[in-house]
């Protein structure tokens, strides 16, 4: 229990930094919600105009598919808050040899590199892609029962857990492939992949996107389980694949850090 005190504290400190580092830089904090809504102002456009030319895409509507997309946007703005920055920055780390001081930190390295910067520019997102669901869910004249709210939101979790192990572990990587800069765009294709609807792809792909690469975690089946289309089995399936992968990312760092040598070696 001490310890979880502890580790909180630590958390509450990285967030009092991240706030004092935004404020810093006021200009550049709103600069970056203005990109991010402009972002997702061009992603609305386009939907829009792919709906002109049809009713349905996939079995999709336009309101359902503009609840995917609050989902994805929910999603991928929790991912940028929580940590992708942070751990992205591990590869310089490791070349730089800064690494060495994370690991003399009487803290659990991993928990440092993962929550230490937090991005909290990303608020605004968040909010946006709240309000883009309720707008959706008022186009389909559809109120969600609690339980399905319920699973949505643990769903959502789990797809951010997910996200998070393999991009923890595609980071990891680094500390063999010391001059490959951009281990991010791994993680990114695996992103991008979940912005589609799996049903848009034959049923070999739906059924490896779910049961094997578990890319439909990150978008579609969070919404359809909002939708009512989705049963809680599926929660089991995210929890189970979202614990998998954390342990995955957490034996892959500790045999790596075998591996790593110092800067001062």
Do not use: C
């Not at 294709?189 to 578990?214: C, E, I, K, M």
């Amino acid at each position: 229990m001490r310890r979880v005190r502890f580790y909180w504290r630590l958390y509450k400190a990285f967030l009092r930094t991240s706030l004092v580092r935004e404020m810093e830089f006021r200009a550049n904090f709103w600069a970056k919600v203005f990109y991010n809504l402009l972002w997702l102002g061009f992603f609305l456009v386009t939907l829009k105009i792919i709906f002109r030319h049809t009713d349905s895409i996939a079995g999709w509507n336009e309101a359902e598919a503009l609840v995917l997309a609050s989902t994805l946007y929910l999603i991928d703005a929790l991912i940028s808050t929580l940590f992708y920055f942070g751990l992205s920055e591990l590869p310089a780390m490791v070349r730089q040899g800064t690494l060495d001081f994370v690991l003399f930190k009487p803290v659990d390295a991993q928990f440092w590199l993962s929550l230490r910067r937090i991005n909290l520019d990303q608020l605004g997102s968040l909010v946006v892609a709240v309000l883009l669901g309720i707008y959706a869910l008022l186009q389909l004249g559809y109120i969600p029962p609690p339980v399905n709210v319920l699973l949505y939101l643990s769903m959502v979790l789990t797809g951010v857990l997910i996200f998070y192990s393999f991009h923890f572990m595609m980071m990891t990587l680094s500390i063999w492939l010391v001059r490959v800069e951009n281990l991010w765009v791994l993680s990114d294709v695996f992103a991008q992949l979940g912005r589609f609807p799996t049903d848009v792809f034959d049923r070999v792909l739906r059924r490896v996107f779910t049961y094997v690469l578990p890319i439909a975690f990150l978008a579609t089946i969070p919404a359809k389980a909002l939708l009512g289309k989705a049963s809680a089995v599926f929660l089991g399936f995210a929890v189970a694949w979202a614990f998998v992968f954390f342990v995955a990312g957490r034996l892959l760092w500790k045999f790596a850090l075998r591996s790593y040598t110092s800067a001062s070696s």
